[in-house]
């Protein structure tokens, strides 16, 4: 049952109280089940969102370097990587357990003002809300929405006259939210403003308690943010909103004609905003500004729907505000950003309060109510905005979302979706007059509907993206690309992207292999590419299918490293040689050259190479070798192998060489004058990782080999080149 409306505390409660309820065990259900049908969506397709490239390009870069100040999240994303390159994935399984997450703390506040069967509901019904498409993104905004509710479960836990630790831990989770995104930083005026009404609301002597609530939020809240910044990055890390949003501010001027500029967007995108909220949220809207009301007219009244009304519409106000300036501040100066833009994602975290405020109550003293000429009044606005959004199907503003959440339903005007607005547009005429009814109304009418439709947006999104089958394939065809081209080849790559697959490699997938480089990166969509035109003249290039080059292009070779990979080598600086793959994708060897090479002594191929197994490895090319050549290598040793020279022997000429436990290029000059097709590698100290403790394997290991290149233009005889 919920608490009653006047009980002390009414936020503070034990967690065992929630443990040994039955609802609970079902919210834990609902939460499990949620989460894996999460997984199954995002895992079977690839969701694309432009802002991906940043935060997947934070994990290659080391944390001082984080432009974005977002060092909590690149900390607790960096364990995507021990996923390899399944990091993608990995990314998608934090992002669900944080959004499910936060499912724990919406129950543990609807709970204070209903049964908890209900609360129960609610949590998993705001699960349903458009914030889940941004769990398939490798972005913070599962994250962020985990802490933003666990900072609002702890401020409403905060007594105004109650213990100073409190209002501390709110400050905690505060300064947690700036470290995941810049964007908590909008919220401490909103925790402040909302310890202020508190202290106002409950005590005469309001003036000192609200002078120490907000000093213990602030002074935390920066304490935390500002140390562990400072801790990651030194003095970069005390930029407030990052290296990056300070460059882009830096190019917004302040003249008096920008500042009116800037108001009219203002008023532009904030009355978009107001259109959108209104029509999908009309009623809730309504509730909360009603509960708003009732707390500013009765002091002393301790209400949960008030405190709850009070905390959102500070906060709410907060991030739309944000969002709003944020767009105008930008429009016509960031590249694709328009006054129309309504970037609703930056307080989409606050929609499940809309959920919440349905199942406030009217309790039996009506003096706590406003009257039904007074919700008149609130119907008003709220009705002219819903209207207007309705006939006008939200344009200009709709040519500029990208993303399915509520507005789609606005936009894209279905026989179902015209029905939900329609309902709850009748919803909010009725609660005027029988409060309710009208909530009823929504709620069995507008609101399943309205999240039905939402979801099956997010749904088709996702199906008419990049299956995962091809984003894997790309993947690996990235990886052994990475692993095949040496630091100096790279440089002279040009990746090419077409179709769908370009655009995920141009957002995400190119960082597996270019980050720490300087490499040439192309989209050419659906034509075909030509190096003849190409000013760079580059020497490797990394087709990502559908991309193709011209038909009439002679290719000198190229390698098959996945279905939608290819590896070609151009003509520029071709050097007269062949090259030998010792690498694998699903349990292939590859040749660069159409002719293969038998070998004896080595193991099967794997992405890292293909290692010795035994004392002697043998490699019989199909015709003899020249007469006098380079036997380039890119390998490395096992243990104690490093410590004792290899033998590398061609008819009766042999060589020692040293190879060290790092993967190496190695060039030695070998004369084959008995025309022998037979290279032989002796092993000095073959030896098993299980008998140094390693692990498990059993294997003689020795020399692992990646590439093996036959370059007839010799060097001299007695040279060795080792190039690390």
């Given at each position: 049952m919920a608490y009653h409306e006047n009980d002390n505390r009414i936020f503070s409660v034990r967690f065992k109280d929630y443990v040994e309820e039955k609802a609970f065990s079902i919210l834990l259900i609902g939460m499990l089940v949620v989460f894996f049908c999460l997984l199954f969506r995002n895992f079977g397709s690839l969701y694309v969102v432009t802002d991906e490239s940043s935060f997947v390009g934070l994990l290659r870069k080391?944390?001082?370097?984080?432009?974005?100040?977002?060092?909590?999240?690149?900390?607790?994303?960096?364990?995507?990587?021990?996923?390899?390159?399944?990091?993608?994935?990995?990314?998608?399984?934090?992002n669900a357990l944080f959004f499910v997450g936060s499912a724990f703390f919406i129950y543990h506040i609807a709970a204070r003002i209903t049964k908890r069967s209900v609360a129960v509901a609610i949590a998993l019904t705001a699960l349903f809300l458009p914030t889940n498409v941004y769990t398939g993104a490798f972005m913070p905004e599962s994250?962020?929405?985990?802490?933003?509710?666990?900072?609002?479960?702890?401020?409403?836990?905060?007594?105004?006259?109650?213990?100073?630790?409190?209002?501390?831990?709110?400050?905690?989770?505060?300064?947690?939210?700036?470290?995941?995104?810049?964007?908590?930083?909008?919220?401490?005026?909103?925790?402040?403003?909302?310890a202020v009404l508190l202290a106002w609301h409950e005590n005469d002597r309001w003036h000192t308690l609200a002078f120490r609530n907000t000093l213990l939020i602030a002074l935390t809240a920066f304490a935390v943010r500002s140390g562990i910044a400072f801790l990651c990055a030194g003095k970069a890390g005390l930029s407030l909103l990052g290296l990056y949003a300070n460059h882009v501010g830096a190019q917004v001027s302040f003249s008096t004609e920008r500042i009116m500029t800037i108001l009219g967007s203002v008023s532009i995108n904030a009355w978009g905003n107001a259109m959108m909220l209104a029509a999908i949220?009309?009623?809730?809207?309504?509730?909360?500004?009603?509960?708003?009301?009732?707390?500013?007219?009765?002091?002393?009244?301790?209400?949960?729907?008030?405190?709850?009304?009070?905390?959102?519409?500070?906060?709410?106000?907060?991030?739309?505000?944000?969002?709003?300036?944020?767009?105008?501040?930008?429009?016509?100066?960031e590249q694709g950003v328009s006054r129309y833009?309504?970037?609703?994602?930056?307080?989409?975290?606050?929609?499940?309060?809309?959920?919440?405020?349905?199942?406030?109550?009217?309790?039996?003293n009506q003096s706590l109510s406003q009257s039904w000429l007074s919700r008149g009044l609130i119907f008003l606005p709220l009705a002219v905005?819903?209207?207007?959004?309705?006939?006008?199907?939200?344009?200009?503003?709709?040519?500029?979302?990208?993303?399915?959440?509520?507005a789609k339903i606005l936009w894209y005007q279905s026989t179902l979706s015209l029905l939900a607005l329609l309902f709850g547009f009748i919803a909010l005429l009725v609660w005027v007059k029988w409060p309710t009814i009208g909530k009823t109304l929504y709620i069995v009418l507008s609101l399943p509907i309205i999240l039905g439709l939402v979801n099956s947006f997010i749904w088709e999104d996702y199906s008419v993206r990049v299956k995962l089958e091809e984003h894997d394939t790309t993947i690996r065809g990235i990886n052994a690309a990475k692993a095949l081209l040496l630091p100096d080849d790279i440089k002279k790559t040009m990746v090419v992207m077409g179709g769908s697959h370009g655009l995920f490699f141009h957002y995400i997938g190119y960082y597996n292999l270019i980050i720490h480089f300087s490499v040439m990166h192309k989209f050419i969509g659906s034509s075909d590419y030509d190096w003849r035109e190409s000013k760079e003249q580059p020497e490797w290039l990394v087709l990502v299918r559908p991309a193709r080059v011209n038909p009439e292009l002679e290719i000198p070779y190229s390698l098959e490293l996945s279905p939608t990979v290819s590896l070609i080598r151009t003509p520029y600086n071709l050097p007269s040689s062949q090259k030998f793959i010792f690498t694998n994708n699903a349990s292939f060897t590859y040749s660069l050259q159409p002719n293969k090479i038998k070998t004896s002594?080595?193991?099967?191929?794997?992405?890292?190479?293909s290692w010795s197994d035994g004392k002697t490895v043998h490699l019989e090319f199909p015709e003899s070798l020249p007469t006098s050549f380079t036997l380039?290598?890119?390998?490395?040793?096992?243990?104690?192998?490093?410590?004792?020279?290899?033998?590398?022997?061609?008819?009766?000429?042999?060589?020692?060489?040293?190879?060290?436990?790092?993967?190496?290029q190695i060039d030695i000059s070998l004369t084959n004058e008995e025309e022998s097709s037979l290279i032989e590698i002796i092993v000095p100290k073959p030896t098993s990782p299980i008998s140094l403790g390693l692990s498990g394997e059993e294997r003689n290991l020795g020399i692992n080999l990646y590439s093996l290149e036959i370059i007839s233009d010799a060097l001299s005889e007695d040279t060795i080149r080792v190039r690390r």
């Open positions: 080391p944390i001082a370097d984080n432009s974005l100040s977002a060092y909590l999240f690149q900390i607790t994303y960096q364990i995507s990587l021990s996923c390899g390159d399944r990091f993608y994935e990995c990314g998608k399984t934090i994250m962020f929405l985990f802490f933003v509710w666990g900072g609002l479960w702890q401020v409403l836990r905060a007594e105004s006259t109650g213990s100073s630790l409190q209002w501390i831990l709110a400050g905690v989770w505060l300064g947690c939210l700036c470290l995941i995104k810049p964007h908590g930083l909008f919220l401490i005026p909103a925790f402040l403003a909302y949220f009309g009623l809730p809207l309504a509730i909360i500004i009603d509960k708003t009301l009732t707390f500013i007219r009765h002091k002393r009244e301790n209400c949960a729907q008030s405190r709850i009304a009070i905390l959102f519409v500070c906060s709410c106000f907060s991030l739309v505000a944000m969002s709003v300036m944020f767009v105008a501040q930008i429009a016509d100066v833009q309504i970037m609703s994602r930056y307080y989409t975290y606050f929609y499940p309060i809309f959920i919440i405020a349905l199942c406030f109550f009217y309790v039996k905005a819903s209207a207007a959004a309705i006939f006008t199907r939200m344009k200009p503003y709709s040519e500029f979302e990208t993303i399915p959440l509520f002594g080595l193991s099967m191929p794997a992405w890292h190479g380039s290598l890119v390998a490395n040793s096992f243990g104690p192998n490093e410590q004792f020279p290899f033998i590398f022997k061609i008819g009766s000429i042999s060589k020692e060489v040293m190879i060290p436990q790092v993967r190496t």
